[in-house]
């Protein structure tokens, strides 16, 4: 469950089975081991956590010797919610502990009830195996945890304070993935732009870039998630220098009114956003850009709202993914006075989906016709004769294929358009 990051640690869990001796499965029925990694970003992936794990009652029954674990982020936030509601729980893992998720299964193999590890402050260190699900891109952390506390925000909580890893690291990673087979590499952190923040020697995330780019074979370069308070023009320049960097960017803008961003904890105003954006459009004219955003937060009003509509109207973003704000325990906005009821936040939610959906189909509308590099992924799931793959925009394109194509780069002209994307033809 949740985000990339998440993706990329249960690819660091599959591989610390794999040197158990596990193998996956995809009949529950038939598994030794079942774990969950779980999201505790809203309210509702975190139901969904309880409700999964209901399920897993019934099997722990019939099978008692299956190990159950629970893992990510609920695991840490939520550690005796689990074990009360679900007392058959074997494991609890944090997402900062999984170099110790070896040991906890041999433990529960010997006999132990529960073991659970949830320090935050572990040092994820160097070197931990990895069974990768994905056949073209490749996730790397360059991160791990956040500093931000943005007032309504458990990840900081969760996954603990900033960790950098060491470029020359990272740079090794990303060899091996190539060397496997992987043509793109998305380079993950809370918030990338604070990369090397925390380290000795003076290599921001530009200069990362920079030298990710250098690794041979190596076909595109994507990064998630930046920060508006910490994106800077040298990395614009980046981006725009850098051949393999997508021209696509990630900039979660939260809201559209400076007094929301204030007591957001956020570290920008509006104006400053907009700002970058019309530098990075400066820079990067057919650049694509996506962002967060949430309504309903503690005090707002319909006046601030209207502001998140406003900004929505002038930038333009590509895609969006939108939300209503949800209590975290914790946070400093649980406890903030004025909650606003949950219809207020359903209507806003739907006003803003209208009006991005709107915008996301008039702007890829206006690229029908045009030819884009597609990065061809694998056949489509759901069109047997067609395959999908995404363009450096970060658009899903889906044209008649083979196989054959997996793994190239292709002009492919867009000739309809949908909210992700189009669909199109081989050029
Ligand atoms: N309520 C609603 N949305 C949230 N997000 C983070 N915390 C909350 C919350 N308490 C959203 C933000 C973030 C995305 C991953 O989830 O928009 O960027
Ligand atoms: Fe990812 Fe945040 Fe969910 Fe944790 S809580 S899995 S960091 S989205």
């Known amino acids: 469950m949740g985000c990339q990051m998440n993706e990329r640690d249960s690819e660091t869990v599959a591989g610390i089975l794999e040197e158990l001796g596990y193998r996956p499965t995809d009949d529950r029925d038939q598994a030794d081991f079942i774990a969950l990694n779980t999201c505790a970003v809203r309210a509702k992936p975190m139901h969904k956590v309880f409700s999964k794990l209901g399920e897993l009652r019934r ?8 190990i ?25 893992v944090g997402p900062r502990n999984y170099s110790r998720l070896a040991q906890a299964i041999t433990a529960v193999q010997t006999g132990a009830d529960l073991i659970t590890v949830t320090n935050t402050s572990e040092v994820i260190p160097e070197g931990l195996p990895v ?31 900033q960790q950098s890893r060491p470029a020359a690291q990272i740079i090794s990673e990303v060899e091996q993935a190539v060397a496997a087979g992987h043509h793109e590499i998305t380079l993950l952190g809370q918030n990338v732009n604070s990369y090397g923040q925390d380290l000795d020697d003076d290599c921001d995330f530009a200069d990362l870039l920079a030298e990710v780019n250098r690794v041979t074979g190596l ?21 725009a220098g850098l ?36 530098a990075a459009r400066e820079r990067m004219p057919q650049m694509s850009i996506t962002t967060d ?28 993914f939108m939300f209503k704000y949800s209590d975290r325990p914790g946070t400093r906005a649980a406890q903030m006075p ?17 009006l991005q959906n709107e915008t996301a189909h008039q702007i890829n509308e206006q690229l029908v016709g045009e030819t884009f590099e597609v990065l061809v992924e694998g056949p489509d799931p759901k069109s047997p004769a067609k395959v999908r793959g995404r363009t450096c925009t970060n658009k899903i394109m889906i ?14 002209t867009a000739q309809q358009a949908f909210l992700w994307g189009f669909l199109g033809e081989i050029t």
Not at 59 to 66: A, E, M
Request: aromatic share 8%.
């Open 59 to 66: 099997i722990k029954q019939q099978r008692p010797n299956i």
């Open 68 to 92: 159950i674990a629970v893992l990510g982020c609920v695991a840490q936030v939520a550690q005796q919610e689990i074990a009360h509601r679900a007392p058959y729980t074997d494991i609890i």
């Open 131 to 161: 069974a990768r699900t994905t056949a073209i891109s490749a996730y790397v952390n360059v991160t791990y945890g956040c500093n931000n506390f943005c007032a309504y925000c458990i990840v900081p909580y969760a996954r603990g304070p």
């Open 219 to 239: 076909k595109r370069i994507r990064f998630t998630t930046s920060h508006p308070k910490d994106l800077s023009p040298k990395l614009l320049d980046a981006m």
């Open 243 to 278: 051949p393999k960097v997508c021209e696509h960017l990630h900039l979660p803008i939260q809201s559209g009114d400076d007094q929301v961003l204030e007591r957001m904890g956020r570290g920008y105003p509006y104006e400053h956003y907009r700002r970058l954006i019309e």
């Open 293 to 320: 955003v949430m309504v309903g937060f503690p005090g707002e009003t319909e006046a601030q709202f209207h502001n998140t509509l406003e900004a929505f109207r002038e930038i333009r973003f590509d895609q969006a």
């Open 338 to 354: 004025d909650k606003v009821p949950e219809k207020t936040k359903q209507v806003w939610l739907e006003q803003l989906i209208e």
């Open 399 to 412: 044209f008649p294929g083979d196989e054959k194509l997996q793994g190239r780069i292709v002009p492919v």
